[in-house]
């Protein structure tokens, strides 16, 4: 197989693989009522308790006003607070609420048994080969965000983060 046909059959079966979830993605978005955006501001500011939007608009690679409407959503739904920075006051610190912790905290359970169920389907060498690739590509995945911070930009020129 050349290197090129390798890839394509690679990102067919990264997508095949992904598309495997969405039963529990889109039952979670369904039950939650959360768009994906909502759900990865969530899961950054739980990551990181009392980023700034402007942080979040960095990591997402999106604009502010864009963050700040995600964040004004989800403060008006309860799942998070916003508090004034002590030492600085120009800066807003964004903090999961209990209901928020609890909501990916859910998510996160939820989506660790349906993809526990699948992969103890897999025979012990599948699931090792499995394993050594996840690892490659997430060393890869680092790799070009060291060498090209800027990719998601470039590979999607003209969405909101432009």
């Given at each position: ?8 059959a ?19 978005w ?12 969530m ?13 979040l608009?960095?990591r997402?690679?999106?604009?502010p ?20 920075d002590?030492?600085d ?5 964004n ?7 609890d909501?990916?905290g ?19 060498a ?37």
């Amino acid at each position: 197989m050349k290197p090129e046909d390798a890839v394509d059959a690679a990102l067919r079966d990264f997508g095949q693989a992904l598309a495997q979830l969405d039963p529990f993605r889109f039952r979670a978005w369904a039950e939650l009522g959360l768009t994906t955006a909502q759900l990865r501001v969530m899961f950054l500011m739980r990551e990181n308790p009392g980023v700034t939007a402007g942080a979040l608009a960095a990591r997402l690679s999106v604009t502010p006003p864009t963050i700040s409407g995600i964040v004004d959503r989800l403060v008006k739904l309860g799942l998070v607070r916003r508090e004034d920075d002590a030492a600085d006051r120009r800066l807003v610190r964004n903090f999961l609420s209990g209901r928020g912790e609890d909501t990916c905290g859910c998510l996160e359970r939820g989506a660790g048994l349906f993809t526990r169920r699948i992969l103890v389907e897999m025979d012990e060498a599948d699931l090792d080969a499995f394993t050594r690739g996840l690892r490659a590509f997430i060393n890869a995945a680092e790799h070009v965000s060291r060498v090209e911070p800027n990719l998601a930009v470039v590979a999607m020129p003209g969405g909101s983060g432009s």
